[in-house]
């Protein structure tokens, strides 16, 4: 078992899954709340993820983050480092290749939120912050634990962005599934068994808190 | 006062209302599906008219024409509705407070004042600490009502606020209602399908049919044709022969 991979991945994972929740959860109260003719053009780009083959999104981070846009070439001179082969870039990648993950639960547990409770709290003064604070996010608190344990789990298990933009590096850009694919391809099977049971076991676990319905947030789903 | 020169496309029929609501106590009396919902939605701001605009107290909230809409909040309008639309995760208490949160020119103990005043005022003291969850139709509608009257609105709307309760409840609370609501100086329409309670309140009647305001002015004018079936009704009831008293087997 490569503990150090497993704890690149970890770190990897929670630092995109709190990234994912403080982009997605504001953009989902505004596609939500919003009234904007962008609104369907910003879900668009927001699924593309979900349907673009990963190896596609990677090349293009690769691009755009290298030497060759002026973009990369800004992003260079300002960290003094290229963000692409680095634990950096691996960030950005991941946030964008889970964005989906996180954004349409959060935009699904806002929709189920009763209509005529945000016209009650809009009368009453609220304005679209405390809106969020005080009745989305109380009310649809299932569905921001759903997008953190799916972005989570989700990066956890990328492999074609890693490798794309990340490249193989030990200790920095080195994932589980690289490791894993390591090992199948040297045909080490007693420890790619290892690393993929390790893997399913993490993925299941913590699937079954998605799928237990915790009664102190689902409460909070029903209302009437 | 209310002025509204409002022009919609709702379910189907075309509704265009221009009239000024100038009485302290206004009654929208309407057939179900009429559009008197739709009219107090658009003066609270919860929704657009595709033209026209709504002035309350000399203010225009709404115009079309230079793309003018303020916020619902910023309105200073109340709205109850038949569904209470109590906010679930908050306790009774909590709700009535929600209006009041965001005002920094009333202190905490004038705040409270104001809360205990309106659950005295529509009889839900003792539900101060209850989750809305645990209440029954009638006490929920009796909160929503408090939660809208914390804030001191300038215009009240009520759209058949009070509906699960029993008729007794109701005229009692709404009798209580009208002086209070007089001593504060709060402007209040309320929708009602029952011509019943728009001839018991004495107030201006607003008469709505198919999205088109079709009369304005005293109870006993507006809804003389109405009053008059009513009392058909109710004669013809007390003329019905009576049924035959079966006798009873079990002695």
């Known amino acids: 078992m490569d503990w150090q991979a497993f704890a690149l991945t970890l770190k990897l994972a ?14 989902a109260a505004w596609l939500v709340l919003g009234r904007s003719r962008w609104r369907a053009v910003a879900e668009a780009v ?11 999104l990677g090349f293009y981070l690769l691009v755009l983050l290298g030497p060759l846009t002026g973009f990369g070439r800004a992003l260079t001179s300002l960290l003094g480092h290229p963000l692409a082969f680095s634990f950096g870039g691996l ?38 912050l405390r809106l969020l604070r005080t009745i989305l996010i109380p009310l649809a608190g299932r569905s921001l634990l759903t997008a953190a344990i799916l972005s989570f789990l989700h990066t956890m298990g990328e ?12 200790g920095a850009t080195r994932t589980l599934s690289l490791v894993l694919f390591n090992q199948v391809e040297g ?38 | 006062m209310v002025e509204v020169d409002l022009k919609a496309r709702r379910g189907g029929f ?63 309008t109340g709205l109850v509705a038949q569904q209470p639309a109590l906010f679930p995760h908050l306790s009774v208490i909590e709700n009535v407070a929600y209006g009041l949160a965001g005002r920094v020119d009333l202190g905490r103990q004038t705040k409270q004042q104001r809360i205990d005043a309106v659950l005295e005022l529509v009889g839900a003291s003792h539900l101060a600490d209850r989750s809305p969850k645990r209440l029954s139709g009638g006490e929920a509608q009796r909160v929503a009502l408090a939660r809208a009257l914390a804030p001191r609105p300038r215009l009240l709307m009520l759209d058949e606020p009070l509906s699960a309760l029993d008729a007794g409840s109701r005229d009692q609370i709404l009798t209580s ?23 018991a309140t004495e107030a201006e009647v607003a008469l709505i049919a198919e999205g088109k305001l079709t009369a304005l002015g005293p109870a006993s004018e507006v809804l003389a044709i109405e009053r008059e079936r009513l009392l058909a009704r109710l004669n013809c009831g007390q003329t019905r022969p009576a049924r035959p008293v079966r006798k009873s087997k079990a002695k």
């Open chain 1, 91 to 128: 960030v950005v990648g991941s946030v964008i290749y889970s964005f989906p993950f996180a954004v349409q639960p959060i935009v699904a547990g806002f929709t189920s939120v009763d209509g005529s409770l945000i016209d009650a709290a809009r009368l009453l003064g609220a304005g679209k």
């Open chain 2, 14 to 76: 075309q509704f265009e209302v221009a009239c000024k609501f100038a009485a302290p106590w206004t009654v929208v009396f309407g057939p179900s599906g009429a559009g008197k919902s739709t009219l107090l939605r658009l003066i609270a701001g919860l929704e657009l008219p595709e033209a026209g605009r709504i002035c309350i107290h000399g203010q225009y909230m709404t115009d079309t024409e230079i793309r003018l809409r303020i916020p619902p909040g910023r309105r200073m």
């Open chain 1, 14 to 27: 929670s630092l995109t899954t709190a990234i994912l929740l403080c982009l997605a959860v504001p953009l």
């Open chain 1, 159 to 170: 492999f074609g962005v890693v490798l794309m933009l990340g490249g193989d590096i030990p």
């Open chain 1, 46 to 56: 927001t699924g593309l993820p979900l349907v673009l083959p990963p190896t596609v």
């Open chain 1, 187 to 224: 045909f080490d099977y007693a420890n790619a068994n290892r690393t993929a049971l390790m893997l399913l076991i993490f993925c299941v676990a913590l699937l079954t808190v998605v799928y237990a319905r915790p009664k102190s947030l689902a409460a909070g789903a029903r209302h009437g």
């Open chain 2, 177 to 199: 209602l009208q002086g209070w609501l007089a001593g504060e100086n709060i402007q209040t329409i309320l929708v009602t399908h029952d011509a019943a309670d728009a001839l």
